[in-house]
């Protein structure tokens, strides 16, 4: 018998999160973007489960489009990060992929062999990738004497401060990327990580890109994805299988970091780090068991943590405890451990079956 700690993956509620996407992006449509692995959920269910309803998908790299590939769909998939080598320009031609084209090596590897469909990026001070605003008409120029720029469908820009309703940074972004693709109408725009979704009057053009609102999680800050109307789509579970009294004065785990000012009945629960659970989830990081919110105690070892069952006192081993999912959210554990609910959704390592429902 395998361990019960699995990840169960509810894609009715990535249909029903996607479907609230399209609804927050008004007039623009929705590519999903399922990079990492569907952001740990597993790229080939995500893909199928949206394959009626999405109309393109995005994903960080080749090796993640072909994924998809192989799962039988056949829609554009967007590729945020462009080609790493100047050959996969034709493979992406070959099999219906949109690179990001965002720098001059890209360019110049786009000249040699068939050109794809493609997207150019416009850096409007995210500054990680793109070009600079000013640069895009000699690009362009650029392209219509390589006899390329009919193959160009459209811009992209991206966001650092769309989470923080009380940044103005997303307006003037916004500003700075409407001015810059003005000269040309007739191309597509994409802006928009789900937080966008979440601000009254942002534009998201033709086509937004929302990410980890699909699964349930938030792309706000102060807020759960809960708060937001998501349903989460990953409950990560594991069994109880030891529970003791330990005494007052009595320590738990590595460090001996928690120690019991009571005699306090506990269970470890078969699951750690090494399964994706953060190490840095300390005690008081909740939990839950039928229902019910328990807490962390100690140090999250490799293969197993520690809860406290005083507040589940039928709690028995074999019972199933959630790490996260509808009663514990995935960013409150992410807020414990101090970092937020990306991270920990595309954290749980390839020991932790996914089992969809
Ligand atoms: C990952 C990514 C997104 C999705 O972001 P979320 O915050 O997960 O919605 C959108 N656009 C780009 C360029 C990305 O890299």
Same mark, same amino acid.
């Given at each position: 018998m395998p361990r019960s700690t699995v990840a169960s993956i509810d894609l009715e509620a990535l249909r029903f999160n996607y479907r609230l996407a399209c609804e927050k992006a008004g007039g623009a449509r929705a590519m999903a973007v399922i990079k990492a692995d569907g952001y740990g959920h597993g790229i080939a269910a995500v893909a199928s489960a949206l394959a009626e309803d999405a109309g393109k998908y995005a994903v960080a790299c080749i090796e993640e489009a072909l994924a998809i590939r192989d799962s039988g769909l056949k829609q554009p998939v967007v590729?945020?990060?462009?080609? *790493?080598?100047?050959?996969d320009f034709s493979g992406c031609a070959e099999y219906g992929f949109e690179p990001v084209v965002h720098c001059h090596q890209q360019l110049q590897w786009l000249t040699k062999g068939p050109v794809p469909r493609f997207w150019l990026k416009v850096?409007?001070?995210?500054?990680?990738l793109g070009f600079r605003p000013e640069d895009l008409q000699g690009v362009i120029a650029g392209l219509e004497t390589a006899g390329q720029k009919h193959r160009l469908i459209g811009f992209v820009t991206h966001f650092a401060?769309?989470?923080?309703?009380?940044?103005f940074m997303t307006t003037v972004q916004t500003r700075c990327f409407e001015a810059a693709t003005a000269?040309?109408?007739?191309l597509m725009r994409s802006v928009g990580n789900s937080?966008? *979704?979440?601000?009254?009057?942002?534009p998201l053009y033709d086509w937004s890109r929302p990410g980890i609102m699909l699964y349930g999680a938030?792309?706000?800050?102060?807020?759960?994805g809960l708060d937001l109307g998501l349903r989460p789509v990953m409950t990560l579970q594991a069994p109880l299988i030891s529970s003791r009294v330990v005494r007052a004065g009595e320590s738990i785990g590595y460090g001996a970091t928690w120690v019991a000012d009571q005699d306090t009945r506990m269970g470890m629960v078969a699951i750690g780090y090494g399964d994706?659970?953060?190490? *840095?989830?300390?005690?008081?990081?909740p939990a839950a068991i039928g229902g019910k919110r328990v807490r962390l105690l100690g140090r999250v070892s490799m293969d197993m943590l520690a809860v406290d069952l005083t507040m589940a006192p039928e709690a028995r081993e074999g019972d199933l405890v959630e790490l996260w999912g509808s009663t514990v959210s995935v960013d409150e554990v992410a807020a414990c451990a101090g970092t937020i609910g990306y991270e920990l959704l595309t954290g749980v390592t390839a020991r932790v079956p996914r089992i969809c429902g």
């Open positions: 590729l945020l990060q462009g080609v *790493h080598a100047g050959p850096n409007t001070g995210m500054n990680r401060c769309a989470d923080d309703l009380n940044s000269p040309w109408p007739d937080a966008a *979704h979440f601000r009254s009057d942002q938030s792309p706000m800050i102060g807020k759960s994706g659970y953060p190490r *840095h989830a300390g005690t008081g990081t």
